[in-house]
């Protein structure tokens, strides 16, 4: 496991654990974020974001900020999509 993807892991899970973390606006927010509509709670997604290793990671450029990095979880039907702007993570697509 690359040693990036645990940082990430484990920056992820600290940010939910303190509560430090928003929801990217976007449409179909019902649909595509089930933490920001309560529908899935943080203790869940903390175990779903535990049991991803670094295959189940990907990486890329914002489509409209390049600086910033989009990351994406895919694990056991779950596609959780985040990125960070310290002190925050925010969250595009939690859903599965």
């Known amino acids: ?19 430090d973390y928003l929801h990217a606006a976007r449409g179909s927010i019902e649909v ?29 450029a914002h489509h409209s900020v390049p600086g910033i990095a989009v990351h994406v979880l895919k694990k056991a039907g779950w596609y959780i999509k ?8 925010w969250f595009i697509s939690v859903h599965r």
């Open 32 to 60: 595509k974020n089930l933490l920001a509509t309560g529908e899935v709670s943080v203790g869940q997604l903390i175990e779903v974001i535990g049991a991803c290793k670094g295959q189940d990671h990907s990486c890329s």
């Open 82 to 89: 985040f990125y960070f702007i310290e002190p925050d993570v």
């Open 1 to 19: 496991m690359d040693r990036g993807f645990r940082k990430v892991r484990r920056d992820l899970i600290n940010a939910l654990q303190n509560g």
